[in-house]
């Protein structure tokens, strides 16, 4: 019997870029939807919090460039 695993969405938050996006996709197992209120990120609770702290860490180092940081 296979166990069907509950999928959940999250919203993709302000500031992620095209790029920031596809290594998302390439190293966790979600998906995109698009709904009548913009893109969504679909996938099992466990990978989207491990996608949510990788997107937020993206954007750090991206500010850090832009600022002239490390």
Do not use: S
């Amino acid at each position: 019997m296979v166990e069907e695993k509950e999928e959940f969405e999250m919203g993709i938050p302000n500031g992620v870029g095209e790029q920031m996006l596809a290594h998302a996709f390439e190293k966790f197992d979600i998906k995109l939807e698009q709904t009548e209120f913009g893109p969504k990120i679909i996938g099992e609770y466990d990978e989207l919090v491990k996608v949510r702290d990788f997107l937020e860490n993206a954007i750090r180092e991206r500010l850090k460039e832009l600022e002239g940081g490390e």
